[in-house]
Nanobody
């Protein structure tokens, strides 16, 4: 098992930046993929970015070029650097890890079984 705790959310103006962090604990193994999701009121949860061991990353088209996902393996902490924020980025942001930590499959949303409590990001016009 693994426990995930997000931090770093807040309120910024259009064009601003925020850096989210997700601290993982409860399991000495850290070589698994992870992801960031977001959910706005009335909308479905959206996969924002994924990170695999070895450095491979993927992004949703809506954030590509503005957001950067990274993982500090020594601290087992996942980050999401968000630049050029837009009002449409307003949402609750969640980090997640796969059900099967050792298989490390983050191919679909259903592969993710561990979730943090979320951190709110609000971008005003």
């Amino acid at each position: 098992q693994v426990r995930l705790v997000e931090s770093g959310g807040g309120s910024v103006q259009d064009g601003g930046s925020l850096r989210l962090s997700c601290a993982a604990s409860g399991n000495p193994y850290s070589g698994y993929c992870m992801g960031w999701f977001r959910q706005a009121p009335g909308k479905e949860r959206e996969l924002v970015a994924r990170s695999w061991p070895g450095g491979r990353t993927t992004y949703a088209e809506s954030v590509n070029g503005r957001f950067t996902i990274s993982k500090d393996n020594a601290k087992n902490t996942l980050h999401l650097q968000m630049n050029s924020l837009k009002p449409e980025d307003t949402a609750m942001y969640y980090c997640a890890a796969p059900w099967d930590l050792y298989g490390s499959s983050c191919r679909t949303t259903g592969d993710f079984g561990y979730w943090g409590q979320g951190t709110q990001v609000t971008v005003s016009p």
